[in-house]
C-alpha cells in the first residue's frame, strides 16, 4: 500500500490494524504509577499545617470549653453582688474587674458566653438548612422551581430583619431561641444566591455530565458531586453569618431586647459598660474585646478551611510558597555579559518546592538562540520545555530557578528583580500563550487592550497608537481590523483571538517571541493559518527570533532551524531540523516520531457488521439570545445521518463548530434534539423518558476530551467507578468494588489505583481512569470525544492502543470524534466529515483519506502538518482554507 502526498510511509499498519486479537492477560501491561509529586493529604493535615486555622481553632475550642464549664471554672455566680466593689479594674479578686453593681465581670462573660453561642448554633442551622437546600434546588432546576425561590429569596431580603427581630422579641420578651431562628431565616437568602449562582456553575462541569451519563439521578448528582464543590462558598458565609449572629445579639442586647438583665449574655454586659462609659472605660475593653475575638476568629477559620480544601484537591503547597519566597537569587540583573546569541542559557536547574522537600524539574539546560533563528524546545507533559520558556521571560508558576545563567542580549537575567525583569520582557519580549482566550481581558475591547499595550511599551499618544493597534491586526491578517477591534474577547473565535494575542505579543517589537504551544488547541485549518503567519513575521524582520515550545513534530517539520528535544527536564538531543527527522540519535527522539500517527498506514478495511446505532435526519439547535437580548435559534446539525456498526470504529472529523460534539451528546443523553432519530438497535433514543435514559446507559457511554475534568476531585477514582453500579444498576457494593478493580487491570492500572484521587495521575493514567470508567457497566457503544487530543504522543499511542485492544477483546463500536486527521486515519474503520452542522462526505477510511471527493475534506488533508521538513517546510503558506 503506497502513502498518500504528504504522508510519510511506513510499512507497518496502525494499532488499530484489525490484526488477531489475542488474550487481554498476554497483552495488557500495567502501567507504572508515578512517583507522588502532588500528594493529596488529609484534609486535618492540611489544616494543621496552617498557623490562622491552629491559632483561630484554638481560641474558639478554649472559648467553646470555658464557656460550656461556667458553672465549674467561673469564679463567683453571674447576678452575685458585692456594691462595695462596684466598678472596680483587674485585681487577684476580680481578675477582669466588676460592673456597676459589683458582678464579677469574668463571671458573667463566660456564663453570658452561654446564651450568645447558643445563638450561634440555633441561627446558623436555619441559616445553612435553608439556604443550602433552596439553593442547590434552584440552582439544579431550570424552570418554575428556580423562579420561585428566587422570587422568594428576593421578598425575604426585601423585609429588615433586625426591625422583624424587634417585634418578635416584644411580642416574646427574652425568647432568644425563636429570635435567632428567626434571623436564619431571614438571612438565609444571602445563602440561597451564593448556592444557586455555584451550583449553576458546578452543574455544567463535566464531571457532573459524566456523573449523568453513568446513569445517576439528578438528586444523586447532586448530593454526590455537586454539594462537595460548594464546601468553600458555604463554609465562607456561614462563618460570616456567625459573626453577623453574634452582632445582632449584642444589638439586641444593647436595645434592651435580649437576655433580659439580670442574667447575663454579651450583649446586654456591653449596654452595661456604655452606660458607665464616663465613670468605668475598662467595663467596655473585656466585654467588647471577647466579641472582637470571637468575630474574628469565626472569619479567619472560615477562610482557612475554604483555602485548605482548595489547597488539597490541588496537590499544591504553602510550604513550597514559602520556600519559593525565601530563595535568594541565584545571579544579579543587568550584569553584562560577553555573547553573540541573542538568548544563551547555562546549566539552567529549575525546582519546585513541596512539603517533603524540593522537586528537581529542570536540570543543567544550556542552549543557545542566535538572532533571527527559531528554536524548538519539544517534549512530553512534565518534560520541562514550558518551565524553561517560563524562567527565560522570568515568571514562575510556583517554581524558583536554583541555579544557571540565562543571558539575553548580552545582560544576564536570572533570578533577578522583578522589577527590572519586568522592564527586560518590555524591551526584548513578546510571548504567545497556548490557550488564546484566557490571556486576554474579558473587560476591555481588542482595541483598547492594544492601545494600552502599545503606549507602554512604545510611549506613544493615543491617537498614534489606536492607528497602530489597526496596523497591527492588520499584520496578523485580521479582515475587518475596524470591526475586530471594537469586540471582546468572547466575540471572537479560537483562531481570531490568537491572532489577537500575537498583535499583542508584537506590540513590545520583541527581538524574541516566545510562543508556548500556539498552535495545540486549533482546528488544522486554523493551525496552518497560524504557522503560516509566524512564518511570515519572521521572515519580515530578519532579526527577531522565536523560541518555540511544542510535541507536535509536524509543527517542527513546518517552522524550526533547530530542535532541543527535553525528556525528565534534560536534553537528550540537539540537531538541527533536517538532522533529527533523518536521523534522530537518541532513544526518546526515535520513540516520540515513531509515535506519531501521521507516519501510520492509513486503517485497513476490515469486512462489515450488523448495524448497532442509526442516526437519521438528527437536527440539534440551541437556543440563546443576540447582542440585543433577542432569543435566536442556532442550529448546531441540521438533518444528518450515520451508521454506527458493531465492533467498528466510525471517526467523525470537522473543524470547531462544525456539530461533531453536539452529534455525540445527543447520543449519550446529554443534549436532546431537535429532530430526527437515533435507533439503538430497535430503541428510539430521541423523546424517551430520563428513567430510560440512565437504564440506557449501560449500553452507551463516553469518553470526555479531559480526562480530569471528567473525574469528580474530591472522590477516590474506586468512588468514582463503583458509585453507578451500585446507585444505577443496582448491584452489590463488593460486586461493584470487584468490577471495579477488574476494569482498572484492563486499562492497564494496578487494582490500588482505586484508592487514590485524580491529582494523583498523571494525563495519560487519568484518560485510563476515564476509560475504565467507560467499559464499567460493559456498554455495546462508546463514543470517544476528542479523547487524546491533549495527550503526548507516546501517551496517545499507548491510549489508542489500548481501544483497540478493548475494541477485539469485548466487541464495543466506538463513535471517534475528533479533528486530527492523523488519527483518525490509522484508526478508524470509517470515516464522516462534517461542516457547519452538515455532512459532506462519509465512507471508509481508505475512501475517504486515500481519495477524498469533497473540496473540504481535501483542505483537510492538505492543512495537516506533516512530520518531515521535505514534505512540510512551508506548507502551511499554501494550505487554503474552505469557504462554501
Given at each position: 500500500m503506497s502513502a498518500l502526498p504528504g504522508q510519510i510511509p511506513t510499512g507497518t499498519a496502525g494499532p488499530a490494524s484489525g490484526g488477531p486479537a489475542t488474550p487481554p492477560e498476554d497483552r495488557t501491561e500495567v502501567v507504572r504509577m508515578p512517583r507522588d509529586t502532588r500528594v493529596v493529604q488529609p484534609l486535618w493535615r492540611v489544616l494543621l499545617a496552617r498557623r490562622q486555622f491552629v491559632v483561630c481553632a484554638a481560641i474558639l475550642v478554649v472559648l467553646t470549653i470555658a464557656v460550656a464549664l461556667a458553672p465549674v471554672i467561673a469564679p463567683y455566680a453571674p447576678t452575685q453582688q458585692d456594691l462595695m466593689a462596684a466598678l472596680q479594674g483587674p485585681s487577684l479578686v476580680h481578675p477582669l474587674g466588676t460592673d456597676d453593681l459589683g458582678r464579677d465581670v469574668l463571671s458573667r462573660m463566660l456564663y453570658g458566653g452561654q446564651a450568645t453561642l447558643l445563638g450561634v448554633v440555633q441561627a446558623l442551622v436555619v441559616f445553612l438548612v435553608v439556604g443550602v437546600a433552596l439553593g442547590l434546588v434552584a440552582g439544579m432546576s431550570r424552570g418554575v422551581a428556580d423562579t420561585i425561590i428566587t422570587r422568594l429569596a428576593e421578598v425575604l431580603l426585601s423585609v429588615p430583619a433586625f426591625i422583624l427581630l424587634l417585634v418578635t422579641l416584644s411580642i416574646l420578651p427574652g425568647n432568644m431561641t425563636v429570635a435567632m431562628m428567626a434571623l436564619g431565616l431571614l438571612t438565609s437568602p444571602l445563602l440561597i444566591r451564593v448556592v444557586r449562582g455555584t451550583t449553576r456553575t458546578v452543574r455544567g462541569e463535566l464531571f457532573v455530565r459524566g456523573a449523568r451519563t453513568m446513569g445517576l439521578t439528578e438528586g444523586q448528582i447532586t448530593l454526590r458531586h455537586v454539594l462537595p464543590r460548594l464546601a468553600g462558598p458555604i463554609i465562607v458565609q456561614a462563618t460570616i453569618f456567625s459573626g453577623t449572629v453574634i452582632i445582632s445579639e449584642t444589638g439586641l442586647g444593647y436595645l434592651g431586647f435580649g437576655v433580659q438583665l439580670p442574667q447575663p449574655s454579651w450583649g446586654n454586659m456591653v449596654q452595661t459598660a456604655s452606660e458607665n462609659i464616663t465613670r468605668s472605660p475598662w467595663l467596655l475593653v473585656p466585654t467588647g474585646?471577647?466579641?472582637?475575638?470571637?468575630?474574628?476568629?469565626?472569619?479567619?477559620?472560615?477562610?482557612?478551611?475554604?483555602?485548605?480544601?482548595?489547597?488539597?484537591?490541588?496537590?499544591?503547597?504553602?510550604?513550597?510558597?514559602?520556600?519559593?519566597?525565601?530563595?535568594?537569587?541565584?545571579?544579579?540583573?543587568?550584569?553584562?555579559?560577553?555573547?553573540?546569541?541573542?538568548?544563551?542559557?547555562?546549566?539552567?536547574?529549575?525546582?519546585?518546592?513541596?512539603?517533603?522537600?524540593?522537586?528537581?524539574?529542570?536540570?543543567?539546560?544550556?542552549?543557545?538562540?542566535?538572532?533571527?533563528?527559531?528554536?524548538?524546545?519539544?517534549?512530553?507533559?512534565?518534560?520541562?520545555?514550558?518551565?524553561?520558556?517560563?524562567?527565560?521571560?522570568?515568571?514562575?508558576?510556583?517554581?524558583?530557578?536554583?541555579?544557571?545563567?540565562?543571558?539575553?542580549?548580552?545582560?544576564?537575567?536570572?533570578?533577578?528583580?522583578?522589577?527590572?525583569?519586568?522592564?527586560?520582557?518590555?524591551?526584548?519580549?513578546?510571548?504567545?500563550?497556548?490557550?488564546?482566550?484566557?490571556?486576554?481581558?474579558?473587560?476591555?475591547?481588542?482595541?483598547?487592550?492594544?492601545?494600552?499595550?502599545?503606549?507602554?511599551?512604545?510611549?506613544?499618544?493615543?491617537?498614534?497608537?489606536?492607528?497602530?493597534?489597526?496596523?497591527?491586526?492588520?499584520?496578523?491578517?485580521?479582515?475587518?481590523?475596524?470591526?475586530?477591534?471594537?469586540?471582546?474577547?468572547?466575540?471572537?473565535?479560537?483562531?481570531?483571538?490568537?491572532?489577537?494575542?500575537?498583535?499583542?505579543?508584537?506590540?513590545?517589537?520583541?527581538?524574541?517571541?516566545?510562543?508556548?504551544?500556539?498552535?495545540?488547541?486549533?482546528?488544522?485549518?486554523?493551525?496552518?493559518?497560524?504557522?503560516?503567519?509566524?512564518?511570515?513575521?519572521?521572515?519580515?524582520?530578519?532579526?527577531?527570533?522565536?523560541?518555540?515550545?511544542?510535541?507536535?513534530?509536524?509543527?517542527?517539520?513546518?517552522?524550526?532551524?533547530?530542535?532541543?528535544?527535553?525528556?525528565?527536564?534534560?536534553?537528550?538531543?540537539?540537531?538541527?531540523?533536517?538532522?533529527?527527522?533523518?536521523?534522530?540519535?537518541?532513544?526518546?527522539?526515535?520513540?516520540?516520531?515513531?509515535?506519531?500517527?501521521?507516519?501510520?498506514?492509513?486503517?485497513?478495511?476490515?469486512?462489515?457488521?450488523?448495524?448497532?446505532?442509526?442516526?437519521?435526519?438528527?437536527?440539534?439547535?440551541?437556543?440563546?439570545?443576540?447582542?440585543?437580548?433577542?432569543?435566536?435559534?442556532?442550529?448546531?446539525?441540521?438533518?444528518?445521518?450515520?451508521?454506527?456498526?458493531?465492533?467498528?470504529?466510525?471517526?467523525?472529523?470537522?473543524?470547531?463548530?462544525?456539530?461533531?460534539?453536539?452529534?455525540?451528546?445527543?447520543?449519550?443523553?446529554?443534549?436532546?434534539?431537535?429532530?430526527?432519530?437515533?435507533?439503538?438497535?430497535?430503541?428510539?433514543?430521541?423523546?424517551?423518558?430520563?428513567?430510560?435514559?440512565?437504564?440506557?446507559?449501560?449500553?452507551?457511554?463516553?469518553?470526555?476530551q479531559d480526562p480530569y475534568g471528567s473525574l469528580n476531585p474530591v472522590r477516590t477514582i474506586g468512588a468514582t467507578l463503583a458509585e453507578p453500579l451500585v446507585l444505577a444498576h443496582g448491584r452489590s457494593a463488593s460486586d461493584a468494588k470487584k468490577t471495579v478493580r477488574e476494569a482498572l487491570e484492563r486499562v492497564g492500572l494496578p487494582a490500588a489505583a482505586a484508592d487514590r484521587y485524580p491529582a494523583q495521575f498523571s494525563g495519560g493514567q487519568r484518560q485510563r481512569v476515564a476509560i475504565a470508567r467507560a467499559i464499567v457497566l460493559r456498554p455495546e457503544i462508546i463514543v470517544c470525544d476528542e479523547p487524546v487530543s491533549a495527550l503526548d504522543l507516546t501517551i496517545q499511542e499507548q491510549v489508542l492502543e489500548l481501544l483497540t485492544e478493548l475494541q477485539d477483546d469485548l466487541g464495543v463500536a466506538y463513535l471517534f470524534i475528533s479533528h486530527d486527521l492523523s488519527v483518525v486515519r490509522s484508526f478508524c474503520d470509517d470515516v464522516a466529515v462534517m461542516y457547519r452542522g452538515s455532512l459532506v462526505e462519509t465512507g471508509t477510511a481508505q475512501a475517504v483519506i486515500g481519495s477524498p471527493q469533497h473540496a473540504y475534506t481535501r483542505s483537510l488533508l492538505d492543512a495537516a502538518p506533516v512530520p518531515d521538513p521535505a514534505v512540510q517546510r512551508r506548507r502551511s503558506l499554501e494550505a487554503v482554507r474552505y469557504v462554501a
Open positions: 474585646g471577647i466579641i472582637i475575638v470571637t468575630i474574628m476568629s469565626f472569619m479567619l477559620l472560615g477562610d482557612s478551611v475554604r483555602d485548605a480544601v482548595a489547597e488539597r484537591w490541588t496537590g499544591s503547597s504553602r510550604a513550597g510558597r514559602r520556600a519559593a519566597r525565601r530563595a535568594k537569587p541565584v545571579a544579579g540583573v543587568e550584569k553584562r555579559a560577553s555573547t553573540n546569541a541573542l538568548l544563551e542559557v547555562q546549566d539552567l536547574t529549575i525546582v519546585v518546592d513541596g512539603p517533603t522537600g524540593s522537586t528537581t524539574l529542570v536540570e543543567n539546560v544550556s542552549f543557545r538562540l542566535d538572532r533571527g533563528e527559531t528554536l524548538c524546545l519539544v517534549g512530553e507533559s512534565g518534560s520541562g520545555k514550558s518551565v524553561t520558556s517560563l524562567a527565560v521571560l522570568g515568571l514562575s508558576r510556583g517554581t524558583r530557578v536554583e541555579s544557571g545563567r540565562i543571558v539575553v542580549d548580552g545582560r544576564e537575567v536570572t533570578a533577578g528583580d522583578a522589577d527590572r525583569m519586568r522592564r527586560l520582557r518590555t524591551e526584548l519580549f513578546g510571548y504567545i500563550t497556548q490557550d488564546p482566550q484566557p490571556s486576554l481581558d474579558p473587560s476591555m475591547r481588542i482595541g483598547d487592550l492594544l492601545v494600552q499595550l502599545i503606549r507602554l511599551h512604545q510611549g506613544i499618544g493615543r491617537k498614534a497608537a489606536r492607528a497602530e493597534a489597526l496596523a497591527l491586526l492588520e499584520r496578523v491578517r485580521i479582515p475587518d481590523p475596524v470591526a475586530v477591534a471594537r469586540r471582546y474577547p468572547h466575540q471572537l473565535s479560537g483562531g481570531m483571538a490568537q491572532r489577537v494575542v500575537i498583535a499583542a505579543a508584537l506590540s513590545a517589537e520583541p527581538k524574541i517571541l516566545v510562543a508556548d504551544e500556539p498552535t495545540t488547541a486549533l482546528d488544522v485549518t486554523v493551525q496552518a493559518e497560524i504557522l503560516a503567519l509566524l512564518h511570515e513575521l519572521c521572515d519580515q524582520d530578519d532579526s527577531m527570533s522565536m523560541l518555540l515550545v511544542t510535541h507536535d513534530w509536524g509543527v517542527v517539520a513546518d517552522i524550526a532551524d533547530r530542535v532541543i528535544v527535553l525528556r525528565d527536564g534534560q536534553i537528550v538531543e540537539q540537531q538541527t531540523a533536517d538532522g533529527i527527522f533523518a536521523a534522530p540519535a537518541h532513544a526518546h527522539t526515535q520513540a516520540m516520531l515513531s509515535a506519531d500517527p501521521a507516519r501510520l498506514e492509513i486503517h485497513p478495511v476490515r469486512e462489515e457488521t450488523e448495524t448497532l446505532l442509526a442516526v437519521r435526519d438528527l437536527e440539534i439547535a440551541y437556543a440563546g439570545r443576540d447582542a440585543r437580548g433577542r432569543s435566536v435559534t442556532t442550529t448546531a446539525v441540521a438533518g444528518i445521518d450515520l451508521d454506527l456498526h458493531r465492533g467498528r470504529t466510525l471517526g467523525l472529523i470537522g473543524e470547531s463548530g462544525s456539530g461533531k460534539s453536539s452529534v455525540g451528546n445527543a447520543i449519550v443523553g446529554l443534549v436532546e434534539p431537535t429532530g430526527g432519530s437515533i435507533l439503538l438497535g430497535d430503541e428510539e433514543l430521541v423523546g424517551t423518558s430520563r428513567r430510560r435514559r440512565r437504564e440506557l446507559s449501560a449500553r452507551v457511554q463516553i469518553i470526555f
